[in-house]
C-alpha cells in the first residue's frame, strides 16, 4: 500500500496547487486521523461532502497515539488524497475534522475544528498517554475549548451536561448531531438477508456474533477460551459464529498474530470480521450477540439484537447507557453450557428491552447525516447543497463481476484451509492458498487486494 506522499509540493499543499488543479473548491476540509478507530468514524462522516464541488476533502495522520501503526497504510490503500503532517502548517483549510481528541491541535493552523466521537458518547475511563492516570475518553482539553476554535460533537443532549459537570469549558462549545454509525446501522435493515447470505447464515443456521472491546477488561482480554468454547458446543451446520475485535487490538497485536490466537477457532468455522469494515453487517445480520462494555455491543442491543455480556469492564463511567446496560443485561455464564444459554437468549428475547437504553443514547435517529451536514457547512461558511443528503446505510458498493453469495465457507477439498474471501469475483487466489497469513481475507476490507487482485468491495 502506498503512504502519504512525503513530497508536499504534490497536491492540496503545495503553494501553487491552483495552477494545478481541475475542479475549483472554494473550501477544503482537514480530516485529522489519529487511530483505526478514528480513520474509521471519519470516513464515514465525510458523506456529507458528497457530491459538493465547492469542498475538497484532504486527509492527514497524526501518529502520536500508541494506536496509531497501520492508520496510514489504511488511508494510503484508498483513492483519498493524503497530505503529510509535516506540511499541515502550509495547507490552507477551512475546517479541521477529527474524531480523536489528542490530535496536536496547535498543527492545523487558525481554522474552526470539529471533534467527532469514535463511540458512543463519553462512557470510558482510558489511559493517559503519558502518565499512569487515566482520563475521560472523548474530552478535549479546558485550555483548547477556551480559545473558541473547537466544536465538540454529541449524540444525546445529555452528554452535555455529562461534559459540563466533569469540565466547564465544554459549556456552549458542544453540537449535537446525532450518531452516525447508529444510523447506519438503521439504515441497513433492509439489507439484512443480504447481509446473512453473505456471511454464512440462514434460516436454518443462526448467526452468532461475538464482539470483544480492547483492553485487559474486554470479552478476550479476560475470556480469551470463549471463541474456543463457542465453536466446540455449537453444531456447525446449526450456528454460524462471526467475531468482531476492536480496531485497537488489530493495531496494537498486528492482524497475523489475532490470525495465530484464534488459528483453532477459525479452522473451526470462526468468521473474523476485518477490523476497517464489516461490524454494520455482522450487528444487523446477527441473530445474538456476545459482547462486553464496547460500543457495538449496544448498538447492537439499541437494534433490537437479543445480547448477551461475556465481560463487562470498571473502566464504564457511572451514570451513562452503557452503566445502565452492563446494570441489566443478561451475563453469560462461564460454568453453564453456552448453547443453551445461546438459545435460551434468542428465545427470551424482548426486542423492546433495550429501548430506553436507545433512547437515551441516541437522540435524532436517522438524522445524524443531516445534522452534521448542517454543521459542517455553518462551520465551513457555505450554504448547504439544495440536494438531499446521503443517508445510505453502512456502505455497500457491489461492484460490477462481485458474486451475490459468498464463496463456500469452508471451501470443499481438504487442502485448503477453513477459511475463504467474501466478495471477490471467482477464482480467487485465497481459496487455493496455503499461507494462513496471506488468507485472512485482507481482500474483504481493501480496494485491491495484493492477494487475489480484486477490486470488488464487499458489504459493511
Known amino acids: 500500500m502506498r503512504r502519504a506522499d512525503p513530497d508536499p509540493r504534490h497536491g492540496p499543499a503545495a503553494a501553487d496547487a491552483a495552477r494545478w488543479q481541475t475542479y475549483r473548491p472554494c473550501r477544503t476540509v482537514l480530516a485529522v486521523a489519529r487511530t483505526l478507530t478514528s480513520a474509521i468514524r471519519l470516513l464515514e462522516a465525510t458523506v456529507v461532502f458528497l457530491g459538493d464541488p465547492r469542498v475538497q476533502v484532504v486527509f492527514t495522520v497524526h501518529a502520536g497515539s500508541r494506536f496509531s501503526e497501520g492508520v496510514a497504510e489504511m488511508l494510503g490503500g484508498l483513492p483519498v488524497r493524503l497530505v503529510p503532517w509535516e506540511a499541515v502548517p502550509d495547507l ?20 474552526p475544528i470539529l471533534v467527532l466521537p469514535h463511540g458512543i458518547g463519553f462512557h470510558k475511563y482510558v489511559p493517559e498517554v503519558d502518565s499512569p492516570t487515566t482520563r475521560l475518553s472523548g474530552l478535549v482539553a479546558a485550555d483548547l475549548l477556551a480559545r473558541g476554535r473547537v466544536t465538540l460533537a454529541i449524540t444525546h443532549p445529555d452528554q452535555a451536561r455529562q461534559l459540563a459537570a466533569v469540565s466547564p469549558a465544554t459549556v456552549g462549545r458542544t453540537a449535537l448531531i446525532g450518531d452516525t454509525s447508529h444510523d447506519a446501522v438503521l439504515g441497513s435493515i433492509t439489507r439484512r438477508d443480504r447481509y446473512r447470505a453473505l456471511l454464512g447464515a440462514s434460516a436454518e443456521r443462526r448467526l452468532v456474533v461475538v464482539s470483544s472491546t480492547w483492553g485487559e ?21 446449526e450456528y454460524r459464529v462471526a467475531a468482531v475485535v476492536h480496531p485497537n487490538a488489530w493495531t496494537w497485536h498486528g492482524g497475523w498474530q489475532l490470525d495465530q490466537w484464534l488459528d483453532s477457532a477459525m479452522r473451526a468455522g470462526l468468521l473474523l470480521v476485518p477490523p476497517a469494515r464489516g461490524w454494520h453487517a455482522a450487528v444487523v445480520a446477527a441473530d445474538v450477540l456476545i459482547g462486553d462494555h464496547g460500543s457495538v455491543s449496544l448498538y447492537a442491543a439499541a437494534l433490537g439484537t437479543p445480547t448477551l455480556l461475556g465481560a463487562f469492564g470498571g473502566e464504564v463511567v457511572p451514570g451513562t447507557p452503557l452503566a445502565e446496560f452492563g446494570r441489566i443485561a443478561d451475563r453469560l455464564d462461564p460454568t453453564s453450557g453456552l448453547r443453551e444459554q445461546v438459545d435460551k437468549t434468542m428465545a427470551v428475547h424482548d426486542p423492546r428491552r433495550f429501548r430506553p437504553l436507545a433512547e437515551a443514547a441516541f437522540a435524532a435517529p436517522g438524522r445524524a447525516v443531516d445534522l452534521l451536514r448542517t454543521l459542517c457547512h455553518r462551520l465551513l461558511a457555505l450554504p448547504e447543497p439544495a440536494t438531499e443528503p446521503v443517508q445510505d446505510g453502512a456502505p455497500d458498493r457491489r461492484r460490477s463481476g462481485a458474486p451475490s453469495t459468498p464463496s463456500r465457507w469452508p471451501p470443499p477439498s481438504s487442502h485448503r484451509p477453513p477459511w475463504s474471501c467474501i466478495g471477490c469475483p471467482p477464482p480467487c487466489a485465497l481459496a487455493g492458498s496455503s499461507s494462513r497469513t496471506a488468507a485472512r481475507g485482507i481482500c474483504w476490507w481493501t480496494p485491491r487486494s495484493p492477494i487475489c487482485g480484486s477490486s470488488a468491495t464487499p458489504p459493511s
Open 92 to 111: 490552507r483549510c477551512d475546517l479541521v475534522i477529527t474524531a480523536s481528541e489528542k490530535v496536536d491541535l496547535e498543527q492545523v493552523g487558525d481554522a
Open 217 to 237: 477488561q474486554s470479552l478476550l482480554g479476560s475470556r480469551p477460551e470463549v471463541l474456543d468454547r463457542l465453536l466446540a458446543e455449537l453444531p456447525v451446520d
